[in-house]
C-alpha cells in the first residue's frame, strides 16, 4: 500500500505509566517537559494516550491515539499541556482493552462536533484476563453507546489510510516464531471465551522523507518485531526512524525478552521509546541493549521526526 510521505511526525504522550522530570532529552527529536512551565502537574496512570501531529502534502493533521484508562490522567493532562479536543481530527484506537479505552466517551461527550473514530471490528469483543489472583473482566467497548455520542465509525480488519496522511495495519501478520499470545488474556466470541490472538491490536505508521518508518503501537501484543516487519510489507519502506509504545515484554519472561532484543537489532530502529505495558525488567533490558537508541516514554515527552 502506498504511504504518503510527510515532512515531519509529532508525538506526544499524553498518559503513560511514567512521569520522570529526570530523564534526558535529545535536542530536537526528543524533548521533556518542564513542569514548572506548566499551568498544572500532570498525571501518570497505567493507560495510554498519544497527541499526533502529521504533516506534509500542505496538510496538518491531529491525531488523538487511544484515550488512556480513564477520563482523569488523560483531560488533566490535556488540560496541562494546553490542548484542545476541538482540535482533533480523529481518534485511533490500538486495541479493545479499557486501559487504551477509558476516557473515549467523556472525549465524546465535550466535542460539539462528530468525531471520526478508526478501530478494528474486533475491538468490540468483550476482554477479561486471568492473572494469578483471579479473574478480571470482562470489559466492553460498547458500539451502540459510540454511535449515540456521535462517533463516526469507520471499522477495518485489514490495513486502512487514516485521513490520506497515516496507516493502520489492521491485524498484524505473525511471522516471528516467538511472538505468540500469552495465556492470560481471553475474549468471548458468541459468548464463548477463547484465548486472545489480538486480531484487533493494531500500529498506526507514518513515513516521514529521508527518514523512514514512524511506528507506534498501543501493547504491542501481537509483537513489536511482527508489527514493524508487517509495517514494512505493507508500504515497502525498510528503514525504521522511531519505533513508539508499550511492548508487553516482561510478562512473557525472560526469553522473549531476549528474543525481542535480537529480532529489533536486525531491525535497527534509529530511535526506541517503549513504557507503559512493557515492564521494568525489559525496560532495564532495551537500555542496556540500545543504549543510542532507547528513551523511557515518560508523560509530557514530545517526539519529533522531521525530513
Request: net charge negative; glycine share 10%.
Amino acid at each position: 500500500m502506498e504511504l504518503p510521505s510527510l515532512s515531519a511526525v509529532t508525538v506526544e504522550v499524553l498518559v503513560d505509566n511514567f512521569y520522570d522530570v529526570f530523564e534526558p532529552s535529545r535536542p530536537g527529536v526528543v524533548e521533556r517537559v518542564v513542569p514548572g512551565r506548566l499551568k498544572k502537574p500532570l498525571v501518570a496512570a497505567h493507560g495510554l494516550a498519544y497527541w499526533i501531529t502529521l504533516e506534509g502534502n500542505g496538510r496538518r493533521t491531529t491525531l488523538l491515539m487511544d484515550a488512556a484508562n480513564s477520563p482523569l490522567p488523560l483531560l488533566n493532562n490535556l488540560e496541562a499541556l494546553e490542548h484542545d479536543l476541538a482540535e482533533v481530527d480523529a481518534l485511533v484506537l490500538s486495541h479493545g482493552h479499557p486501559d487504551h479505552y477509558g476516557g473515549l466517551l467523556e472525549v465524546l461527550a465535550r466535542r460539539d462536533k462528530p468525531l471520526p473514530i478508526f478501530l478494528h471490528r474486533d475491538s468490540y469483543l468483550p476482554k477479561l484476563l486471568l492473572t494469578p489472583k483471579g479473574r478480571v473482566g470482562p470489559w466492553e467497548l460498547e458500539r451502540a453507546e459510540l454511535v449515540r455520542r456521535g462517533a463516526q465509525l469507520h471499522e477495518n480488519t485489514g490495513p486502512t489510510l487514516v485521513l490520506g496522511q497515516a496507516l493502520l495495519t489492521g491485524t498484524v501478520e505473525a511471522t516471528t516464531p516467538y511472538e505468540t499470545p500469552l495465556p492470560g488474556p481471553k475474549r468471548l466470541v458468541a459468548g464463548q471465551e477463547e484465548n486472545d490472538p489480538f486480531s484487533d491490536e493494531q500500529a498506526l505508521v507514518a513515513h516521514v522523507q529521508g527518514q523512514g518508518l514512524v511506528i507506534v503501537g498501543g501493547c504491542c501484543h501481537p509483537g513489536i518485531v511482527n508489527m514493524v516487519k508487517y509495517a514494512q510489507k505493507l508500504t515497502g519502506v525498510t528503514e525504521v526512524a522511531a519505533l513508539i509504545g508499550g511492548l508487553h515484554l516482561t510478562a512473557g519472561g525472560p526469553d522473549l525478552i531476549r528474543q525481542t532484543i535480537a529480532g529489533l537489532k536486525e531491525l535497527k530502529p534509529k530511535l526506541l521509546v517503549a513504557g507503559h505495558c512493557t515492564g521494568f525488567r525489559a525496560l532495564t533490558q532495551l537500555a542496556l541493549a540500545f543504549p543510542d537508541a532507547f528513551m523511557v516514554s515518560c508523560v509530557g515527552t514530545t517526539v519529533r521526526l522531521a525530513a
